[in-house]
Structures are given as structure tokens and as C-alpha cells.
């Protein structure tokens, strides 16, 4: 029972706990710029958590046989693999989704998160943890995406997964669409999800 | 496909992966620095993020500043306490007992015994004075008297007497914020078992401080030659006291002519 | 200063990453020569589409020689000139493809022109203008404004006569880089039309 | 692209942090203080300049057909060429290392790096256009980090709701900044 609860720890602990976007605060460059449109944010999550999980697996299955000294060249050949077979099969089979992604694709090589993940746990831990802490901070980084980018959605465009709400009402603030946007929206839910966890610690004690 | 359109990619990144392979491994051989071995244990402690929200730019540098300049267990806020644990069992020192020290202002010279080189009416504020030729202040180094340490102390242990700046012992935290806001850099760190210390940081010849201050050390050396443990040393034309030798005796505030060496005993 | 030990330390490391590094470059050539023909499919298909809305009359569309083309130096970037065929084979127009300097980035636009001169429709095939604004250029009604319009068409705020048609709100930047790039394709069909 | 119309785009209209978005983690981490954030610049300039010089050769040897295989190439020799650079200036310039040396492990992972590489690809600018492009393009990253240590440093001692202090502020103060920095937005010489 001990090591199915200690999983789902990991698991909980990238999802929520440490979650990669609102606590550690890293894999910036995509999820300010790509969250413009939830279809954009979730697509994003979704391959991030692919290669975050495929390059997991691999570096802890690689981690002795890796020497210390080249660790970082190493760790970033085998996740920039993962990024390219993504980006040609993406590119082949979902055009589409290859088009609005743009230049974030290969980028998804130096999103912190992956280089993070493989450095602090994949290669300290067994396959299992790592494939599961893998899931765990692709999934929180996804939902975190797909928060941001449904908030950016809303009130920069006035549509929701592309489907017009109050689009042609009023014209949207289209600002919160663009840079600043990003910026502003993600510091106040950072605020948000502060003020929420120093209630519940109020709460507690 | 061809066998070029698979042996040309393999030759070329392969070639550059072996490359750098020996280039890396070359290179940790030649450029061998011997660090400190705790500083690699803490690095492989710390989660590896770099995202420097301890204030430090990235783990090694972080690792660096504990083992060489005491930096605080507790700072890495990805990892928390967990980290702050195991950091403190590597360093040996427990997360909390650090040397408990207040910040001390280096200078006495109020209105009544110093004298201005010129009437400032800018704003009050020290750093826009010490832009014009030093501040008002006769001493180069002396305390401006315009509160930015005030207003920066977030327990009010600061305030202003008479002109210079006097910090309350028992309110000072020791964060430090006053130290980076002094623009003359004259407040200092001195652990709180040390009772005798000398306000002057006046680094000019004796014969000059004269001519403006009346409580300025003018570097006779009297204290050097008197101090039982040698712990006071006159560097560039004022008396410094390594805390760490010092006994609080008091000897040489007794024998300082200018009676500048302040005591708490 | 070298020990043998550590030569070898050097060799086996370098060995190592030189073994991640090819392994990893004989799975992408693989799978690279697995996607490219499936990759060049969907952009020709993609290209056809946007060419068959631009100009409904053609069903079928070939190269045309763009030799007249070379020696002028056009403000857009054109990269390709097609005639289009209708279903008994005479020509009933061009599609043209061009990309000009939008805000965020190149506009690549398919425009359709038919043998009196006159666009027939134009399609945004690639862009990376801002969404909620240059964004905006894909939308059918401010792209309908270019059809029947000829050569040399202006960008007025509001209220567009004749040759004139009105720039997305706050978004001048693109709509002016759409109009050059149609512009570009009248004036290279008509080009072509005189080396004939 | 004329040299001037470079330099101004990669500084100003098309800025690496506040249009482009990239090199956002270490300029949300490393900035509370001027002086590490002027350590941090200066390390990003010279590896931005350093790796579009290399990345253009690299680029030349991949040629036509191996476009795809850019990034691993180019992301394995900046990997390779920061960590020696590290270690070469740990040993040989302990002075330079103290006050450069540490942020180099963190430009590894930093997206401008290897986006000013493929950007240069992208544009398809010549040798010296690359460099200049990768030069200019990290000074104006210096050049918003140190701004933006410099407003931080300031909120550090003014009053700031309790659930917004440390990194919420950051944030917003850099959003207030990017709108600043639109003001440069399509213009061009």
C-alpha cells in the first residue's frame, strides 16, 4: 500500500503541490505566449507532456550509464530527439496544430520544465516514479495552460475554444490577448492561488 | 532511403556529440577547481531548477553562498523545509541557530559637535544629497542624517538624533535593509556579544577630521598599542575591531583621547 | 600531466555522448524520411485548396513560367505563379502566391486573378499576425473587399470607393501588407501577360 | 535587412523578453537585484553571440537536406560550448567566474539562446547579420533585465498586499512594462 500512495504523491505533488507553472514558476516563455487560445494552450500541454514523459523514462533508464560530466548535453540530445520526432509527426498527421504552434515547438527543447524534471527527479529515480512524476507536471502544466489561456480566451477575444460568446456584442479588451496580457493574468492567478493557500494554512492552525 | 540520408545525419551529430563528449571531459580534467565537497552534496540536494527565487542566480550559486558566506538553510522556496533539512545536516549547523548580530550606524558626529560644508535644501533624501560633493557633512563618510534607513526599517528600530542616525538594539532584526539603503555604506554588522565598537569610519588624516568633527578617530593608534588581544587594528586612518578576537575589556575606549570607541558594557 | 587512466576517462565519455547523439540522429533520419513525403503531400494539397478558392473557374493548375518575372524587382516576395485550367482547358486565370512583411511576421496569400486583370478571390495561407487583430485578415469579410478590385488598390480607415478597400480596425499594419501583396500579384500577372 | 534596422528590431520593436517571450524563466529569477541581473546579461550576451557565430557554421554543414536535424545540432553545441566556457572560466579567470561565471549553467535552458539561433536560420541573415542579430538581441534582454531589477528592487520596500509580494508584483510589473515596450511596435526604418 506504502508505494501505491507514495505514487500518487508524486503524481499529486507535480499536479498541484509543486505544480511546474503557478509554484516553481518555470516553463515561462511558452505558457505566456501560447495561451492565447485554449485549442493553442491545451495543444501545447499535451506535447509538452508527451516529451516530458518520454524523455523521463529514458534519462532515468540512461541515468548510470550517462557520465556526470556531459549530464546537461546528454539530458538535452535525448529530450531535442523527442521534440523533433514530435514536431515531424505533428507537421505529417495534425497540420493544423503544427500551424498555430509555431516556433513553440522546437522551444518545448529548453521549456525549463522538461530540463527541470530530468535533472531534479529522472535521474535519481527508478522509471515508474519518473514516468508517473512526468505525468504528474505535464498534466499541471496543462491544466495551468488551459486555465490561462481559457482566462486570455474569454476576456481578450470573447470566444471559448473558438466559439464565439460575446465576440460581436462588445469588442473585446484585446490587449489581455496580447503580451502584456500574459503577464498581468498569470501574476494575479499566482496572487489568487497565494491568497487561497495562506487562508487554508490560516484555517489549518 | 538511401544509406547517405541516414549515415550523413549520423556522421555529422554524431561527430559534433563526440566532439564536446571529449571536449567535456577534457576540460573537467584541466580546469579542475577543488570546491568545497559540501558544496556538491547541497547542489545535488537542491531541486536543479535554477529558477533563482533564492535571490542567488541559479543552485550552484546558491550552494556557494552557504558553504563560503553563511547564506540562510532556508531560502530555496521549491523545496522548502525538506531541502532546508538536509542542507542543515550537510552544513551541521541546525536551520535556525545562526550568530545572532544588530546593525550598528559607524558614526557620532551630530550637529553640536560637527560641522556642515554647506546648507543642503534638496530632498531629504540621502542618496540624492551624497550626489552633491558627499552631502552636506564636513566628514566624507559621515551619516547624512536624512532617513532613508528609516524609512526603510520595517521594525522602526531606526531613528534620527540630532542629525545622525542611531539604531534600537533590542527592535533590530538584523535584515539587513538598511545596510544596502545607506548610500555612505556606514551601517554595519556586529554580533551582539561584542559590547565595545568603534562609530567612526572616517578614513581621512587625523589633522583633517580635526577641522570638522570633534568625536572623528584620527588613527593614533593608541587603542593598537593598548588592546590586550590585539584586536583592534587602524586601517586607512581609522580603528576597526575583529569581533570575532575581541574580549570587551574596554581598555581601549578608556584610553582613546578622543573617547570615539563607544562601550555597552 | 595526462594518466593513462584519464586518457581513457576522456575517450569513454566522448564515446558515450557520441552513441546517445547517433543513436538519436539514425531514429530522426528514419523517421524523417518516413514523414517528408507525407509532410511535402499535405503542403501541395493545401496549396491546391487555397488555389481552388481563389479562382472558383479552374479545376486544374500548372506552373507557369515566371522567366518574365525574374529581372523585376517587386515590393513582395512572390513564390510561385499558376495558370489555372478550367475543365475544357483554356485558361480562365492565375493564382499567385505571395508573402509580404506583416506585423508579427510574413503573410503568405494565395490571390486569384483572372484574365481581364481582376482578382477573383485572395486566402491567407500562413501568418503570425495578432490574434484578435491582424488576425482578423482571414475573415471573409474584410478578404471579399479584394474581390473585382485591379491593379494598385488603396487602404483607406473607412469608407473605401471604388479602388479602395477599409483596414481591419487597429490593425493597419496587416491589412496594408495584404493589399501590397495583392497589388505585387496584379502587377506580376501582368507581366507575364506582356512577355506572352 | 540593413545593420541599423537589425539593431533596432532586436532591441526594441521585436525585444527577446517583452514582445518575443522568450528568456522569460531566468528574467522572472534572477532579477532582484541589479547587480545580479547585470551579471546575468552580460553572461546571455556573450553566449548569444558566441553560439550565432557557431550555430551559422552549423547551419552551413547541415545544408538543404538535414533542416530537420537544426535543433538537436544547434541546442547540442550550446549545451556543450556553455558548459565548457564554464569550466574554462572557473579555472583560468576566477575573478570574471564570481561575477559572470554562475548564471552560465542557467543559460542553457534559457529559450532565447537557442531562439536567436533558429531565428537567424528563419531570416536567413549572413554571418555578421546573425552575430549582430544575437549581439543586439541579448543587449536588449540586459536591457529590460536591469530595468526590471532596478522597479523590483524598489518594491522591495514599498508596502505590497501580502498574497501579491514576491513573485505576483513581478509579474505584473513586467506586463506593465511589455505594454510599455508595444509603444515600439511596427515601427521600422
Given at each position: 500500500?506504502k508505494e501505491?500512495?507514495?505514487n500518487?504523491?508524486?503524481?499529486?505533488?507535480?499536479?498541484i503541490?509543486?505544480n511546474?507553472?503557478f509554484?516553481?514558476?518555470l516553463?515561462?516563455?511558452?505558457?505566456?505566449?501560447?495561451t492565447?487560445?485554449?485549442?493553442?494552450?491545451?495543444?501545447?500541454?499535451l506535447?509538452?507532456?508527451?516529451?516530458?514523459?518520454?524523455?523521463?523514462?529514458l534519462?532515468?533508464?540512461?541515468?548510470?550509464?550517462?557520465p556526470?560530466?556531459v549530464?546537461?548535453?546528454?539530458?538535452?540530445?535525448?529530450?531535442?530527439?523527442?521534440?523533433?520526432?514530435?514536431?515531424?509527426?505533428?507537421?505529417?498527421?495534425?497540420?493544423?496544430?503544427?500551424?498555430?504552434?509555431?516556433?513553440?515547438?522546437p522551444?518545448?527543447?529548453?521549456?525549463c520544465?522538461?530540463?527541470a524534471?530530468?535533472?531534479?527527479?529522472?535521474?535519481k529515480?527508478?522509471?515508474g516514479?519518473?514516468?508517473i512524476d512526468g505525468?504528474g507536471?505535464g498534466?499541471?502544466?496543462?491544466?495551468?495552460?488551459?486555465?490561462?489561456?481559457g482566462?486570455?480566451?474569454f476576456?481578450?477575444?470573447?470566444t471559448?475554444?473558438?466559439?464565439?460568446?460575446?465576440?460581436?456584442?462588445i469588442?473585446?479588451?484585446?490587449?489581455i490577448i496580447?503580451?502584456?496580457?500574459?503577464?498581468?493574468?498569470?501574476?494575479?492567478?499566482?496572487?489568487a492561488?497565494?491568497?487561497?493557500t495562506?487562508k487554508?494554512k490560516?484555517?489549518?492552525? | 532511403?538511401s544509406?547517405?540520408?541516414?549515415?550523413?545525419?549520423?556522421?555529422?551529430?554524431?561527430?559534433i556529440?563526440?566532439?564536446?563528449?571529449c571536449?567535456l571531459?577534457?576540460a573537467s580534467?584541466?580546469f579542475?577547481?577543488?570546491t568545497d565537497?559540501?558544496?556538491e552534496l547541497i547542489?545535488?540536494?537542491?531541486?536543479?531548477?535554477n529558477?533563482?527565487?533564492c535571490?542567488y542566480?541559479?543552485?550552484?550559486?546558491?550552494a556557494?553562498?552557504?558553504v563560503?558566506?553563511?547564506?540562510?538553510?532556508n531560502a530555496?522556496?521549491?523545496?522548502?523545509?525538506?531541502?532546508?533539512?538536509?542542507?542543515?545536516?550537510?552544513m551541521?549547523v541546525?536551520?535556525?541557530?545562526?550568530?545572532?548580530?544588530v546593525?550598528?550606524?559607524?558614526?557620532m558626529?551630530?550637529h553640536?559637535?560637527?560641522?556642515?560644508?554647506?546648507?543642503?535644501?534638496?530632498i531629504?533624501?540621502?542618496?540624492?544629497?551624497?550626489?552633491?560633493?558627499g552631502?552636506?557633512?564636513?566628514c566624507?563618510?559621515g551619516?547624512l542624517?536624512?532617513?532613508?534607513?528609516?524609512?526603510?526599517?520595517?521594525?522602526?528600530?531606526?531613528?534620527i538624533?540630532?542629525?545622525?542616525?542611531?539604531?534600537?538594539?533590542?527592535?533590530?532584526?538584523?535584515?539587513?535593509?538598511c545596510?544596502n539603503k545607506?548610500?555612505?555604506?556606514?551601517?554595519?554588522?556586529?554580533?551582539?556579544k561584542?559590547?565595545?565598537?568603534?562609530?567612526?569610519s572616517n578614513?581621512?588624516?587625523?589633522a583633517?577630521?580635526?577641522q570638522?568633527c570633534?568625536?572623528g578617530?584620527?588613527?593614533?593608534?593608541?587603542?593598537?598599542?593598548?588592546?590586550?588581544?590585539?584586536?583592534?587594528?587602524v586601517?586607512d586612518?581609522?580603528a576597526?575591531i575583529?569581533f570575532?578576537?575581541?574580549?570587551?575589556c574596554?581598555?581601549?575606549?578608556q584610553?582613546?583621547?578622543?573617547n570615539?570607541?563607544?562601550?555597552?558594557? | 600531466?595526462?594518466?593513462?587512466?584519464?586518457?581513457?576517462?576522456?575517450?569513454?565519455?566522448?564515446?558515450?555522448l557520441?552513441?546517445?547523439?547517433a543513436i538519436?540522429?539514425?531514429?530522426?533520419?528514419?523517421?524523417?524520411?518516413?514523414?517528408?513525403?507525407?509532410?511535402?503531400?499535405n503542403?501541395?494539397?493545401?496549396?491546391?485548396?487555397?488555389?481552388?478558392?481563389?479562382?472558383q473557374?479552374?479545376?486544374s493548375?500548372?506552373?507557369?513560367?515566371?522567366?518574365a518575372?525574374a529581372?523585376?524587382?517587386?515590393?513582395?516576395?512572390?513564390?510561385?505563379?499558376?495558370n489555372?485550367?478550367?475543365?475544357d482547358?483554356?485558361?480562365?486565370?492565375?493564382?499567385v502566391m505571395?508573402?509580404?512583411?506583416?506585423?508579427?511576421?510574413?503573410?503568405?496569400?494565395?490571390?486569384?486573378?483572372?484574365?481581364?486583370l481582376?482578382?477573383?478571390?485572395i486566402?491567407?495561407?500562413?501568418?503570425?499576425?495578432t490574434?484578435?487583430?491582424?488576425?482578423?485578415c482571414?475573415?471573409?469579410?474584410f478578404?471579399?473587399q479584394?474581390?473585382?478590385k485591379?491593379a494598385?488598390?488603396?487602404?483607406v480607415k473607412?469608407?473605401?470607393?471604388?479602388n479602395q478597400?477599409?483596414?481591419?480596425?487597429?490593425?493597419?499594419?496587416t491589412?496594408?501588407?495584404?493589399?501590397?501583396?495583392?497589388?505585387?500579384?496584379?502587377?506580376?500577372v501582368?507581366?507575364?501577360?506582356?512577355?506572352? | 535587412?540593413s545593420m541599423?534596422?537589425?539593431?533596432?528590431t532586436?532591441?526594441?520593436?521585436?525585444?527577446?523578453l517583452?514582445?518575443?517571450?522568450?528568456g522569460?524563466?531566468?528574467?522572472?529569477?534572477?532579477s532582484?537585484k541589479?547587480d545580479?541581473a547585470?551579471?546575468?546579461g552580460?553572461?546571455?550576451?556573450?553566449?548569444m553571440?558566441?553560439?550565432s557565430?557557431i550555430?551559422?557554421?552549423?547551419?552551413?554543414?547541415l545544408g538543404?537536406?538535414?533542416q530537420?536535424?537544426?535543433?538537436?545540432v544547434?541546442?547540442l553545441i550550446i549545451?556543450?560550448?556553455?558548459?565548457?566556457?564554464?569550466?574554462f572560466?572557473?579555472?583560468?579567470?576566477?575573478?570574471?567566474y564570481?561575477?559572470?561565471?554562475?548564471y552560465?549553467p542557467l543559460?542553457?535552458?534559457?529559450?532565447?539562446v537557442?531562439?536567436v539561433?533558429?531565428?537567424?536560420?528563419?531570416?536567413g541573415?549572413n554571418?555578421?547579420?546573425?552575430v549582430m542579430y544575437?549581439?543586439?538581441?541579448?543587449?536588449?534582454?540586459t536591457?529590460?533585465?536591469?530595468i526590471f531589477?532596478g522597479?523590483r528592487?524598489?518594491i522591495?520596500?514599498?508596502y505590497?498586499p501580502?498574497?501579491?509580494?514576491?513573485m505576483?508584483?513581478a509579474?505584473?510589473?513586467?506586463?506593465?512594462?511589455?505594454i510599455?515596450?508595444?509603444?515600439?511596435?511596427?515601427?521600422?526604418?
Amino acid at each position: 500500500m506504502k508505494e501505491k500512495s507514495n505514487n500518487l504523491k508524486i503524481f499529486l505533488n507535480g499536479l498541484i503541490t509543486e505544480n511546474p507553472t503557478f509554484v516553481q514558476l518555470l516553463g515561462m516563455c511558452p505558457t505566456l505566449a501560447v495561451t492565447t487560445s485554449l485549442k493553442n494552450g491545451i495543444g501545447m500541454g499535451l506535447s509538452a507532456t508527451a516529451v516530458l514523459i518520454a524523455s523521463n523514462a529514458l534519462i532515468s533508464l540512461l541515468r548510470k550509464i550517462i557520465p556526470d560530466k556531459v549530464r546537461i548535453a546528454a539530458y538535452i540530445v535525448i529530450i531535442a530527439a523527442f521534440v523533433t520526432i514530435i514536431e515531424m509527426l505533428l507537421n505529417a498527421y495534425l497540420p493544423s496544430l503544427a500551424a498555430s504552434l509555431g516556433i513553440f515547438i522546437p522551444l518545448i527543447v529548453v521549456n525549463c520544465i522538461i530540463l527541470a524534471r530530468a535533472e531534479s527527479f529522472a535521474s535519481k529515480n527508478t522509471v515508474g516514479k519518473s514516468i508517473i512524476d512526468g505525468l504528474g507536471m505535464g498534466l499541471g502544466f496543462t491544466v495551468a495552460l488551459s486555465i490561462i489561456s481559457g482566462i486570455r480566451e474569454f476576456f481578450g477575444a470573447g470566444t471559448l475554444f473558438d466559439i464565439k460568446i460575446y465576440a460581436d456584442i462588445i469588442t473585446p479588451p484585446s490587449i489581455i490577448i496580447m503580451a502584456p496580457g500574459g503577464f498581468i493574468v498569470l501574476g494575479i492567478i499566482v496572487a489568487a492561488i497565494n491568497y487561497i493557500t495562506s487562508k487554508r494554512k490560516a484555517g489549518d492552525n | 532511403m538511401s544509406i547517405s540520408v541516414i549515415l550523413y545525419p549520423v556522421l555529422i551529430v554524431g561527430a559534433i556529440g563526440l566532439i564536446f563528449g571529449c571536449l567535456l571531459a577534457f576540460a573537467s580534467i584541466v580546469f579542475k577547481v577543488d570546491t568545497d565537497e559540501r558544496e556538491e552534496l547541497i547542489v545535488s540536494e537542491l531541486p536543479g531548477a535554477n529558477c533563482g527565487a533564492c535571490g542567488y542566480a541559479g543552485c550552484s550559486a546558491y550552494a556557494a553562498a552557504i558553504v563560503n558566506d553563511g547564506a540562510p538553510v532556508n531560502a530555496c522556496s521549491v523545496g522548502k523545509d525538506a531541502v532546508a533539512e538536509k542542507i542543515a545536516d550537510i552544513m551541521g549547523v541546525s536551520a535556525e541557530a545562526v550568530e545572532p548580530k544588530v546593525a550598528r550606524v559607524m558614526c557620532m558626529g551630530t550637529h553640536d559637535v560637527s560641522i556642515d560644508k554647506y546648507e543642503y535644501h534638496g530632498i531629504s533624501d540621502c542618496a540624492a544629497a551624497a550626489r552633491l560633493a558627499g552631502g552636506a557633512k564636513g566628514c566624507p563618510n559621515g551619516c547624512l542624517g536624512l532617513g532613508n534607513c528609516v524609512s526603510v526599517c520595517k521594525f522602526g528600530a531606526i531613528s534620527i538624533v540630532n542629525g545622525v542616525a542611531v539604531i534600537d538594539e533590542n527592535k533590530c532584526t538584523a535584515c539587513g535593509m538598511c545596510i544596502n539603503k545607506c548610500p555612505k555604506h556606514i551601517i554595519k554588522f556586529i554580533p551582539k556579544k561584542n559590547k565595545v565598537w568603534v562609530p567612526c569610519s572616517n578614513n581621512e588624516k587625523g589633522a583633517i577630521t580635526k577641522q570638522y568633527c570633534s568625536v572623528g578617530c584620527l588613527g593614533c593608534k593608541m587603542c593598537e598599542k593598548v588592546c590586550p588581544v590585539g584586536a583592534v587594528k587602524v586601517t586607512d586612518n581609522f580603528a576597526s575591531i575583529d569581533f570575532s578576537l575581541c574580549i570587551n575589556c574596554g581598555e581601549c575606549a578608556q584610553k582613546c583621547p578622543k573617547n570615539v570607541i563607544k562601550t555597552d558594557l | 600531466m595526462f594518466k593513462k587512466s584519464d586518457i581513457l576517462n576522456i575517450f569513454s565519455v566522448g564515446l558515450k555522448l557520441f552513441l546517445i547523439t547517433a543513436i538519436a540522429a539514425v531514429i530522426l533520419a528514419v523517421i524523417n524520411s518516413i514523414t517528408k513525403p507525407v509532410i511535402e503531400v499535405n503542403t501541395y494539397k493545401k496549396q491546391n485548396e487555397s488555389m481552388q478558392k481563389v479562382l472558383q473557374t479552374a479545376s486544374s493548375f500548372e506552373e507557369a513560367d515566371m522567366s518574365a518575372l525574374a529581372l523585376v524587382d517587386f515590393p513582395c516576395a512572390i513564390t510561385g505563379v499558376y495558370n489555372g485550367y478550367d475543365a475544357d482547358g483554356n485558361v480562365t486565370g492565375f493564382a499567385v502566391m505571395v508573402s509580404s512583411g506583416g506585423y508579427g511576421g510574413d503573410v503568405s496569400l494565395a490571390v486569384g486573378i483572372d484574365n481581364e486583370l481582376k482578382v477573383t478571390g485572395i486566402d491567407v495561407i500562413s501568418h503570425s499576425e495578432t490574434p484578435g487583430l491582424g488576425a482578423k485578415c482571414v475573415k471573409d469579410e474584410f478578404k471579399g473587399q479584394f474581390v473585382g478590385k485591379s491593379a494598385d488598390i488603396q487602404v483607406v480607415k473607412s469608407g473605401a470607393k471604388d479602388n479602395q478597400i477599409d483596414a481591419i480596425t487597429s490593425a493597419t499594419i496587416t491589412s496594408r501588407a495584404v493589399t501590397n501583396g495583392v497589388n505585387t500579384a496584379i502587377s506580376a500577372v501582368k507581366f507575364i501577360k506582356e512577355a506572352e | 535587412m540593413s545593420m541599423v534596422s537589425i539593431i533596432i528590431t532586436a532591441l526594441f520593436t521585436q525585444n527577446f523578453l517583452m514582445v518575443k517571450f522568450m528568456g522569460i524563466c531566468p528574467f522572472l529569477g534572477v532579477s532582484k537585484k541589479i547587480d545580479t541581473a547585470a551579471g546575468m546579461g552580460m553572461a546571455v550576451t556573450f553566449v548569444m553571440a558566441v553560439a550565432s557565430a557557431i550555430t551559422y557554421f552549423a547551419n552551413l554543414l547541415l545544408g538543404e537536406s538535414m533542416q530537420y536535424l537544426q535543433t538537436i545540432v544547434f541546442i547540442l553545441i550550446i549545451a556543450g560550448l556553455v558548459q565548457f566556457v564554464e569550466m574554462f572560466v572557473k579555472k583560468m579567470l576566477p575573478s570574471l567566474y564570481s561575477a559572470l561565471g554562475i548564471y552560465l549553467p542557467l543559460i542553457t535552458t534559457n529559450c532565447a539562446v537557442l531562439g536567436v539561433a533558429l531565428l537567424n536560420v528563419q531570416n536567413g541573415f549572413n554571418f555578421i547579420q546573425s552575430v549582430m542579430y544575437g549581439t543586439f538581441a541579448a543587449l536588449g534582454f540586459t536591457m529590460v533585465i536591469v530595468i526590471f531589477a532596478g522597479i523590483r528592487e524598489n518594491i522591495e520596500e514599498k508596502y505590497v498586499p501580502q498574497s501579491f509580494q514576491g513573485m505576483p508584483i513581478a509579474l505584473i510589473t513586467a506586463g506593465l512594462m511589455s505594454i510599455a515596450f508595444m509603444g515600439f511596435s511596427g515601427f521600422s526604418i
